[in-house]
């Protein structure tokens, strides 16, 4: 039966599909759609002949063999093949084949975008806000011909998304979904800081200095704990920049968000105070080391600027340090022991 192999060919061989795929998906979906026919033999193949632009359906009927006591179990053969192509088969070949190419192309196009991002995960992605009546929770972003999404847990409140915005996203994750590929990114993850800070600061990039942990109430607050690894670089100000010009630049992509950038330590008490900037800690008592336990103590006229509005600035501390911080008032803690010296040397005076 007629069908233009050639031209189909070609035109697989335009998006990058080789023969060999399309002939193997042609010929399974003629058979599929042969087996739907009335009086379809229940074995059968496909033969595709591109040189005379024809296919044929071979099929074979089962003959049945009589038992014997070596196989007492009715059993069959297979006659000889012959012809049992569908007189009236053109139309239903024809928008099979159409079906198979859409549907090949389709997964060529998938295919095509999931390697153009999957290495993008991780990194840092402009594109073009479009919004969806149809799916109101999420945001899509258009990048190149290609459209990811911004759930709205991914998403950083108070921040409203107009159509044809351009915005930065963070790529959270490259799959393939049922409807193709899925691009999920992010405004609220905290490695966007990261990447942000890495286009403004060469440092980053050469090494010389690095961001070693990073807490962010998206929205509000980042803290950012920063070390050098040369001698005589400055982490902090290689972030800030010549009069705060690299912070600025990052914060003008974060809207009204505030970053705070510390010094990183591995002494865990130095670390504990630098991470409750900018409150002045004076002391900090580690508690334990194994339960990552410690108490900052704390001038009364700093307690409230070093546990912050509603906790952020303590809770983001324990996040970027990964220890449980306890605040306390360091003139009250200086009362109690002053108390306990006062017990002590009077208890010493009775035993006297």
């Avoid at 012809?83 to 192309?105: C, E, G, M, W």
């Avoid at 010549?242 to 809207?255: I, S, T």
């Amino acid at each position: 039966m007629e069908l233009d192999l050639a031209e189909i060919h070609q035109l697989a061989h335009e998006q990058g599909i080789d023969a060999e795929t399309l002939d193997q998906a042609l010929s399974e979906a003629l058979l599929l759609a042969y087996q739907k026919s009335p009086h379809a033999a229940k074995h059968a193949r496909v033969e595709l002949d591109e040189r005379a632009g024809t296919f044929t359906i071979w099929a074979q009927d089962e003959i049945a063999r009589e038992p014997t006591p070596e196989e007492p179990e009715p059993g069959y053969d297979l006659g000889e093949e012959y012809d049992d192509t569908p007189k009236d088969f053109d139309r239903l070949a024809a928008s099979t084949a159409r079906q198979v190419i859409r549907q090949l192309f389709r997964q060529a196009d998938d295919e095509r975008v999931f390697g153009a991002f999957s290495g993008q995960k991780g990194h840092l992605i402009t594109g073009i806000v479009q919004q969806d009546a149809s799916d109101p929770g999420n945001v899509h972003v258009a990048v190149d011909n290609v459209e990811a999404i911004l759930p709205r847990r991914e998403q950083v409140p108070g921040e409203h998304y107009r159509h044809g915005q351009r915005i930065r996203v963070y790529v959270v994750n490259v799959s393939r979904g049922l409807k193709g590929p899925e691009i999920i990114v992010s405004r609220s993850h905290p490695e966007l800081v990261r990447r942000l800070f890495e286009r403004e600061v060469p440092e980053l990039v050469s090494g010389a200095v690095s961001i070693m942990a990073i807490a962010r109430e998206a929205g509000a607050r980042t803290k950012i704990a920063v070390r050098a690894n040369t001698k005589g670089v400055n982490p902090k100000g290689a972030l800030i920049g010549p009069g705060g010009a690299r912070v600025r630049a990052v914060m003008e992509n974060l809207g009204p968000e505030k970053i705070d950038i510390v010094d990183w330590s591995k002494n865990p008490a130095e670390f504990v105070a630098a991470a409750l900037s900018p409150a002045v800690v004076r002391q900090v008592q580690i508690v334990s080391e194994s339960n990552r336990t410690a108490i900052a103590f704390i001038k009364d006229a700093q307690l409230s600027l070093a546990i912050g509005k509603e906790g952020q600035n303590a809770r983001l501390a324990a996040k970027l340090t990964g220890w449980k911080i306890g605040i306390e008032s360091e003139e009250a803690h200086q009362q109690k022991l002053r108390e306990l010296q006062a017990q002590s040397a009077s208890a010493a005076g009775e035993d006297a």
